[in-house]
């Protein structure tokens, strides 16, 4: 009878401790994860340290390009400045030297070739300059330049009825263009057309903030259509010495006779 007790406690303890294990889970190995490969991992960061680098450096070239293109253009528009104060200052053949440099480092765009007919205009090269002047027609933001320029060359060349339909024009698409008017109203002075010329003198005036050279127009219109009160104030205004007085009487005289000839004035 002892002998069959033992043998069933023996057996309910091994019951028990099948109890107490959770049903569906492994013992030993089985219950460790699996770990990845080292090597694979490794590889892994390689290659996102790859793509991280190539963006980095593919961000640094178009950044540097970025600043190449601004530096350039910074000194492309140093030199245009440049040969505008040349041509401002009356020095145009140095502003075409300056421009055929220009043109060998970097080529001719819509601005140089504006400032190259400046300066063969500058120069008396009056059919060069109209030729690039025309050339630029309808393009580039400037055109109440380009306009302008053709304008002084029919003055130049006599041709003013064709000085004044350019300069209208000039003065219709940039309305703020101070010598526009003043050659305008220059124009209009010798051709006798006195409301009109007064206007386009009074504009450049004002605009100018009272420019003595343009007053001096001024006084000149003055003169020949009779206004001396206003010719005089202006006179006194600019101190002129009394040679001064006289060459402007002469050119008044000189536009009086020629206005005589053309007819009565308008």
Known sequence: MKGSAIV???????????ATQPQGQNTGAQNQPAQQNPAATAQMQQNQQALIDAQRAEDQQEENARLKQAKGEQEKAIHLGLVKKMIDQ?????????LDSYDKKWGADLKSRLLRADALRKTGQYDQAE???????????????????LGKIS????????AEVRLEKAVQIDPLKI??????????????KKDLSYNALMKASELSNQDPKILANLALWGLVFNDLDMSMDIANRLQWSDN?????????????????VQGDPQ
């Open 155 to 162: 003055i130049e060349k006599g041709k003013l009825n064709a």
């Open 179 to 192: 010598d526009a008017y003043t050659d305008l109203g220059l124009v209009y002075l010798l051709d006798g």
């Open 8 to 18: 069933v406690a023996t057996l309910t303890l091994g019951l028990a401790a099948c």
């Open 131 to 149: 030729q690039v002047y025309q050339s630029l027609l309808g393009s580039g933001d400037d055109q109440g330049q380009v306009w302008y320029g």
């Open 90 to 98: 009356n020095n145009g053949y140095a502003a075409l030297a300056h």
């Open 244 to 260: 001064t007085r006289n060459k402007v009487m002469a050119q008044a005289n000189t536009i009086k006779r020629r206005l005589k």
